[in-house]
């Protein structure tokens, strides 16, 4: 994501393209499951951002771009997916997500993935070169927005617009992330669960996730587009 207008957007995609890859990366269910819930945590953010911030300055364009039309779609999946991956995670740990039903577990996580990885190409393709064509006025209060739209993103994954709902549901998720063990938030970033016994796949996600993406994880994101 090179356009300033945004920068704001960086932090949040580059975790969300870091836990794409390391999916890719594990076979482990205990990592998978775990590796699942942030998804939905730091991609519900990414969403509820651009939903606030970017959709509606594209919106403002004299002709509403069918591209805008798709990426509203597209999120629509991303959105029902990471539903569905929320209630079976939540107030779960990750040694029993797939104790129930593995096979549909995975079938979804694999529909959350596929989702989000059309929808990341799609930006890329599409939405993000609107952006870069809008003025230069316009470019810099969209980067205002986004600014405070970063600032106060829920990380559940189909918010209210009603600011009181919103307000409720925040403060349900900030008490979900408290009651669910082991896990942790520092500030904007999502932190895998730590254990003694945790396997490789699991100290990877915990040393690639507060980094940098390297050229070839991206260069992958955009495939899966």
């Excluded at 990592?31 to 911030?53: S, T």
């Excluded at 596929?114 to 952006?131: T, W």
């Excluded at 600011?163 to 500030?187: F, M, N």
């Amino acid at each position: 994501m090179a356009l300033p207008t945004l920068l704001a957007l960086d932090e949040d995609r580059r975790q969300v393209v870091a836990i794409l890859d390391l999916l890719g990366d594990t076979a482990e269910p205990e990592a998978r499951a775990d590796l699942a819930g942030g998804l939905v945590r730091v991609c519900a953010r990414y969403e509820d951002e651009k939903e606030r911030a970017v959709y509606p300055a594209l919106r403002r364009q004299s002709d509403y771009p069918a591209e805008l039309a798709r990426a509203e779609d597209d999120q629509r999946r991303v959105r029902q997916a990471m539903v569905e991956i929320r209630n079976r995670t939540r107030h779960v740990k990750p040694i029993n997500a797939h104790a129930d039903d593995p096979e549909r577990f995975e079938k979804s996580l694999d529909a959350l993935i596929d989702a989000v990885g059309r929808h990341l190409g799609q930006e890329d393709r599409e939405l993000f070169p609107l952006v870069a064509r809008l003025d230069p006025a316009d470019q810099e209060e969209l980067s205002d927005h986004l600014e405070r739209a970063v600032a106060t993103a829920s990380t559940h994954p189909d918010p209210t617009h009603n600011p009181i709902g919103r307000a409720l549901a925040s403060l349900g998720e900030k008490i979900d992330r408290t009651d669910d063990d082991g896990q942790v938030g520092h500030g904007r970033r999502w932190v895998p669960r730590r254990s003694a016994g945790r396997p490789p796949a699991r100290r990877r996600a915990a040393r690639a996730l507060p980094g940098a993406l390297c050229p070839s994880q991206r260069s992958r994101a955009g495939r899966r587009g």
